[in-house]
C-alpha cells in the first residue's frame, strides 16, 4: 500500500536548504524568477523521493528569510517531520532557532539535523558547530536524533541523509483514515483549458474524482474535476499527499492561500476560537489581554486579539486558555496546533492547541468557561462531546454542527454519540440532533412547573395554550419542545388537546355556586336549540354578569359543550347535532334548499339560518349552488 510522509526543510536563509533538496531529489524547487534572480528562496516548494515499498517522501522547501517566515509557516502546517538545515560554515543562526520553535509549536515530533556545507570546513570546527547543534536541540523534537554531515556541492553524506530519512519516514505513524478530507490551500492558478487549480498537501481523510467540495471560508462550491500528485493525474489522493486540484465551478479570484478544501457544509468558518497558549521562554515580552497578534493555522495568516482567560498576563514559557478574536473568519478544526507571531516586532512568540471552534458565548473570565476549557483539553473524547452536547443546553445541536467542533472523525463521532445516548447521557430528539439529559430534565421541570403555575392562577381553565407553555418553558426550540412534550404526554404526566396542554392530574374544581351558573347556561342552550341566546343573554339569565369571555362560559366552549357559528353565536353542540340531522332530512327529501326553507324547518329567523347554512357549508355537510342548498355527496 502506498504512504506518503511530508518532510519540510527549516533553516536560516542560505544554509542550502534547496541545494539540499535538489542534490537529494534533481527537483529545482525555487521556481520563480525573482527566486532564480536574487538566489533566494521566498515562497514554499516542492519535491519528492520515490522510495521502496510504496513510501513517498514529499518534500516541502520553505525559505528562510526572516521576512518569508509566513510562507514558511504556511508550508510547516502539514509536514510530517523536518529536516533542520544548518550550514557548517556558519552554525546556528536566528532563523534556525526561529524555524525549529515553530516545528516545535506545531508539534512536529520527528526529524533530523542537516549539516551541509561541511566541504567549506575543517573537521575540528566542523565538531565544534556539532557539539553547539546538540545542545540547541536537546530539550526538542530533535533531542537524541541524527545530525549528519552532508555536502550538496560534493554529494557527501547524502546516502546517509536519505536512510536516514526513509527510516523516520517509515516511523510516522499513519495519519488517521477516519477524518474530514482537508486541504489547506497553499498555491492557486489557473491553466489554459482546465481552469482553477489548488495544491496543497491533504492533512487528513481522502478525496477523488467528482467529489463535491466546498472552498472554505468564502462557502463556494465545486466540482473536483481532475487531481494530480506529482504532475501524474490519480483518481484519488490520501492524507500526506502533495495534491493539486481541477476545481469546476470556481473562479480563480474567489480562492487564495489559507482557504480550505473539504466536504460541502462540514467545517465551521469561525471569527472567535478558543484553545491553548503557550510562550516561548525567549519570547522577547509578555502578552496581555487584546495585544494584536498574527495568528497561523494551515496555510492562513490571520490578524487577531488574544484574550486571556484566567490573567491579564502571560509571562514568558508559561501556558493558559485564551480566546482569540479573529479579524477574518478561520477554518480550522479543534486539535490543530497554531502558531502566534507578535505584530510588530514580527517574531514567533508562542503558538498552542485549538479546543473550541465557535464557542459559546461565555462571559470571558468565568470559571465556567475555564472549566469548559479544561474538559475540552484533558477530557476523554466522550466526555468532549457529552460537554458540547451539555453547553449547547436546550438548543440542542446537530451532528453537522458537532462535527465541526470536535477532533473525531464522523465515524469516531457517531460512536462517542452512540455511547452516550446508550449510556442515558444525551438524547437524540430526531435523527442527528441532540440534547443533554440535564437540559431535558431541565426542560422538563420547567414545562411541569409552568403548568402547575397556570393551573393554580386559572383554577377554571381546563389547559394552557401550547405557545405560551413554550414561552415560559425557557421557550425551547419548537421541535426540541414537542420531542419533550411528546414524552411527558407518552407517559401519562400530561395531556394535550388540540391546542392546550394540562398537568394530567388537573381537574377543573367548581364551586356549588359555580356549578349553579354552569348548568343553567348549559340547560339554557339546549332549550333554545335553534334559536340560542346571546352570551350576555345567557350569563344574566344565570344571574352573572359579563360575556362571552367569562370563565364559567368559556369552561362549556373548551369543554365543547358550546359552540361557536360565528362572532358570538353560540349553539349548543347537541343543538347543532339535532339541527343537522333535521337539515340532512330535508335535503334527501328535496334535494335542493333555500334560505326560506331552513327558517320554516327551524322554525328561526335569517338571523340564525344563514349562520347555520354556512357553518354546514364549512362543515362539508351542505354545498351552496347559486341561492341554494345542496347535500354535498359522501
Ligand atoms: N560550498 C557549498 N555551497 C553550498 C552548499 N549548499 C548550498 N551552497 C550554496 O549556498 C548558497 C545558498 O544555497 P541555497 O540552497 O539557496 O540556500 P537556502 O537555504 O535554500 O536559502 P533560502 O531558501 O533563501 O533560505 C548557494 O549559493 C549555494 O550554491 C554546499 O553544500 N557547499
Ligand atoms: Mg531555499
Not at 72 to 84: E, N, P, Q, S, T
Not at 165 to 191: G, H, K, M, N, S
Not at 286 to 314: C, N, Q, W, Y
Not at 489 to 513: F, I, M, N, P, Y
Request: aromatic residues 4%; hydrophobic residues 45%.
Amino acid at each position: 500500500m502506498s504512504r506518503h510522509v511530508v518532510v519540510g526543510t527549516a533553516g536560516h536563509i542560505d544554509h542550502g536548504k534547496t541545494s539540499l533538496v535538489k542534490a537529494l531529489t534533481g527537483i529545482d524547487t525555487d521556481r520563480l524568477p525573482e527566486e532564480k534572480a536574487r538566489g533566494i528562496t521566498i515562497d514554499l516548494g516542492f519535491a519528492f523521493l520515490e522510495e521502496p515499498d510504496g513510501l513517498t517522501i514529499e518534500i516541502v522547501d520553505v525559505p528562510g528569510h526572516e521576512r518569508f517566515v509566513r510562507n514558511m509557516l504556511a508550508g510547516v502546517g502539514g509536514i510530517d517531520l523536518a529536516m533542520l538545515v544548518i550550514a557548517a560554515d556558519e552554525g546556528v543562526m536566528p532563523q534556525t532557532r526561529e524555524h525549529l520553535a515553530i516545528c516545535s509549536l506545531l508539534h512536529i515530533t520527528t526529524g533530523l539535523v542537516a549539516l551541509t556545507k561541511t566541504d567549506l570546513v575543517e573537521p575540528d570546527w566542523l565538531e565544534l558547530v556539532k557539539d553547539d547543534v546538540t545542545s540547541l536541540v536537546a530539550d526538542t523534537f530533535l533531542a537524541g536524533g541524527p545530525i549528519l554531515a552532508v555536502s550538496a556541492r560534493t554529494g557527501a553524506g547524502l546516502p546517509e541523509l536519505r536512510a536516514a530519512l526513509r527510516a523516520l519516514a517509515a516511523a510516522v505513524p499513519e495519519r488517521a483514515a477516519d477524518q474530514l478530507p482537508r486541504l489547506p490551500i497553499d498555491r492557486v492558478f489557473t491553466v489554459k483549458g482546465f481552469g482553477t487549480v489548488i495544491t496543497g498537501t491533504l492533512t487528513t481523510g481522502r478525496i477523488a474524482v467528482d467529489d463535491r467540495v466546498e472552498v472554505y471560508p468564502r462557502g463556494v462550491q465545486a466540482k473536483i474535476r481532475g487531481l494530480q500528485t506529482h504532475g501524474q493525474p490519480v483518481t484519488e489522493a490520501r492524507a500526506g499527499q502533495r495534491t493539486a486540484m481541477n476545481l469546476q465551478g470556481i473562479e480563480r479570484a474567489a480562492i487564495t492561500r489559507g482557504d480550505v478544501v473539504g466536504p460541502q457544509g462540514a467545517l465551521i468558518p469561525s471569527l472567535l476560537v478558543d484553545g491553548t497558549l503557550e510562550l516561548l521562554e525567549d519570547a522577547p515580552r509578555p502578552v496581555k489581554t487584546r495585544d494584536r497578534i498574527r495568528f497561523h493555522a494551515g496555510t492562513s495568516e490571520i490578524m487577531a486579539r488574544v484574550l486571556l482567560v484566567d490573567r491579564a498576563e502571560l509571562q514568558p514559557g508559561e501556558r493558559t486558555f485564551a480566546r482569540f478574536r479573529l479579524e477574518a473568519p478561520l477554518v480550522a478544526l479543534p486539535g490543530d496546533r497554531f502558531v502566534v507571531r507578535s505584530y510588530s516586532p514580527i517574531v514567533t512568540i508562542g503558538g498552542g492547541t485549538l479546543l473550541d471552534i465557535d464557542p459559546p458565548r461565555f462571559k470571558r473570565k468565568a470559571p465556567a468557561l475555564l472549566a469548559h476549557l479544561t474538559l475540552l483539553a484533558e477530557g476523554a473524547p466522550a466526555e468532549v462531546v457529552e460537554e458540547h452536547v451539555r453547553q449547547m443546553g436546550v438548543v440542542g445541536i446537530r451532528l453537522g454542527v458537532l462535527s465541526g467542533r470536535v477532533p473525531f472523525g464522523p465515524e469516531r463521532l457517531r460512536g462517542l454519540l452512540g455511547e452516550l445516548e446508550a449510556g442515558g447521557r444525551i438524547l437524540a430528539v430526531e435523527r442527528d440532533w441532540f440534547i443533554h439529559h440535564e437540559s431535558d430534565e431541565r426542560l422538563r421541570a420547567q414545562i411541569r412547573a409552568a403548568l402547575e403555575h397556570f393551573h393554580r392562577a386559572n383554577p377554571l381553565k381546563p389547559g394552557m395554550s401550547r405557545e405560551e407553555l413554550r414561552g415560559r418553558a425557557g421557550a425551547a426550540e419548537e421541535r426540541i419542545f414537542a420531542h419533550v412534550l411528546g414524552r411527558l404526554a407518552a407517559e401519562g404526566a400530561v395531556r394535550t388537546e388540540r391546542d392546550k396542554v394540562r398537568l394530567a392530574s388537573h381537574e377543573v374544581q367548581l364551586s356549588a355556586d359555580q356549578r349553579r351558573v354552569v348548568d343553567q347556561l348549559e340547560a339554557d342552550f339546549l332549550r333554545a336549540e335553534a334559536a340560542p341566546p346571546s352570551p350576555e343573554e345567557a350569563l344574566s339569565r344565570a344571574g352573572v354578569h359579563g360575556d362571552e369571555e367569562h370563565e364559567l362560559f368559556q369552561l362549556l366552549v373548551e369543554g365543547k359543550r358550546l359552540v361557536r357559528i360565528k362572532e358570538s353565536l353560540f349553539f349548543h353542540a347537541h343543538a347543532l347535532d339535532t339541527i343537522q340531522d333535521k337539515l340532512v332530512a330535508l335535503l334527501r327529501e328535496r334535494k335542493e334548499i333555500g334560505p326560506g326553507d331552513i327558517k320554516d324547518l327551524l322554525g328561526i329567523s335569517r338571523k340564525y339560518a344563514i349562520p347555520l347554512l354556512e357553518y354546514f357549508d364549512g362543515r362539508r355537510v351542505t354545498m351552496r349552488v347559486g341561492e341554494r342548498r345542496v347535500l354535498r355527496g359522501p
